[in-house]
């Protein structure tokens, strides 16, 4: 099956400072890839769309400047959390869809605190 | 845009059981209904998924059928084992197409006891 890698697994940051994740396919090309917030005992909640090559496409209250994403190759994504504060501490999980459009397949997460 | 309901939101059954999850959108241009495992601490994992041109899929011991008429879509799990336990997500989107997004439940946590 197709398999999407997050690195790293869990990140302990301070206030202020900027925290990159990174999304890997590991053996699929991915068109489009989906970076997601999770809460506790919450749904997933889509925080943006980028296609490769492109320019994310951001959801309604996400802001681009705080989470900015790279999406340079058809294997690789990145999410740079910048000036972190604790709010953003959460679970981020990306998710990565090839050329069929059709399945969508999930990293294991990231899960990020904030001091 | 789309919207999906899922229910239960919590499902506690004995081992061997069976479990069934439910799950209603909104939008009749969605044709595509993806489920997802998550277990504490991992990212979802699919586990099944149907197309709009389907009834019913199966896969060993778990099953998804697709009403669209009624425009819901159901989990079938049977003979539950204690590993099953995990927060279950049903999922709706426009297939084939590459500018849409899955929409997801609000997941439903299945418990299932030894």
């Given at each position: 099956g197709a398999v999407v890698s997050q690195h790293p697994s869990w990140v302990i940051c301070k206030s202020g400072t900027s925290v990159k994740i990174e999304c890997r396919s590991l053996d699929f090309q991915a068109t489009t890839m989906f970076w997601y917030r999770q809460f506790p005992k919450q749904s997933l909640m889509l925080m943006a769309t980028s296609n490769e090559g492109s320019k994310a496409t951001y959801e309604q209250g996400v802001e681009k400047d705080k989470f900015l994403i790279n999406h340079?190759?058809?294997?690789l994504s990145t999410l740079t959390v910048t000036?972190?504060?604790?709010?953003?501490?959460s679970f981020y999980i990306c998710s990565a869809r090839g050329f069929s459009y059709n399945e969508q397949f999930f990293g294991p997460g990231t899960r990020l605190t904030v001091l | 845009g789309e919207n999906v309901e899922q229910h239960p939101s919590t499902l506690s059954v004995q081992e061997g059981d069976s479990a069934v999850i439910k799950c209603t959108y909104?939008?009749?241009?969605?044709?595509y209904f993806p489920w997802y495992k998550q277990e504490l601490g991992k990212g979802p994992q699919l586990i099944i998924d149907i197309r709009s041109n389907v009834g019913e899929k199966k896969d060993q011991r778990i099953a998804v059928t697709l009403n669209k008429t009624a425009k819901h879509f159901s989990l079938h799990i049977t003979?539950?084992?204690?590993?099953?336990?995990a927060v279950y997500f049903c999922a709706a989107r426009l297939r084939n197409s590459g500018y849409s997004t899955l929409t997801f439940g609000k997941g439903t946590m299945l418990l299932v006891s030894p």
């Open positions: 340079a190759s058809l294997t000036s972190a504060h604790p709010e953003d501490s | 909104s939008d009749s241009a969605s044709n003979e539950t084992q204690p590993e099953d336990s």
